[in-house]
């Protein structure tokens, strides 16, 4: 990036259907946008609860947006990322950075098999401030363990949507405390 050229940050959407690009200048304004749409499938043995994401999908409407924003302006330009999607959405994500899962927000397959049962909703709030829910990712870790082991034992990240989007474009697993609380996975005592 150029000292004597404006930057610009780019913003990404991972909504429900698809994934949205927007450029940005210093003032705040939009200097281009591109959406690329994308949808949830129903895994024929999770129906009708279970939803899923095609990972190579998902990659695809991500790059294509971001390509056809781009198209418009001096991609050199752009000097900042940051991602934002749909809560609670969440993607499994394996020691050599192969995503095992991705998933939307009305993902219940935890539901179909009762996998919130002997969870302590008192520890749980007491820890996340949040009641357990089949939406939420404790739910779909515990449907993994039970149906998937295999899977489950490779998981070692579990990231929000938009925070699997930065991992996909940086190699940097991080999350912020209020979408790792939309996702069960922040201690409010230990603010971790």
Request: hydrophobic letters at 45%; proline letters at 5%; charged letters at 20%.
């Amino acid at each position: 990036m150029s000292l004597h050229v404006d930057p610009l940050v780019l913003a990404l959407d991972a909504g429900g259907g698809g994934c949205r690009a927007s450029i940005y200048d210093r003032r705040g304004d939009r200097v281009a946008h591109a959406h690329c749409p994308w949808r949830a499938f129903v895994p024929p043995d999770l129906a009708p609860f279970g939803r899923e994401y095609d990972v190579g999908a998902l990659r695809d409407a991500v790059q294509s947006s971001i390509r056809a924003a781009a198209s418009s302006i001096d991609a050199t330009r752009i000097a900042a990322l940051c991602c934002t999607g749909q809560r609670i959405a969440c993607a499994f994500v394996d020691e050599l950075g192969e995503t095992i899962y991705a998933g939307p927000n009305g993902d219940v397959r935890a539901l179909a098999a009762g996998d919130l049962r002997g969870l302590d909703d008192d520890v749980l709030y007491a820890r996340t401030g949040r009641f357990p829910a089949w939406i939420f990712a404790p739910g779909r870790l515990r449907w993994f363990e039970a149906a998937r082991p295999s899977e489950f034992q490779r998981i070692r990240h579990v990231l929000g949507l938009s925070n699997w989007i930065g991992f996909e474009l940086t190699g940097v697993a991080a999350t912020d405390a209020t979408l790792a609380a939309d996702l069960m996975m922040f201690d409010v005592a230990t603010r971790s």
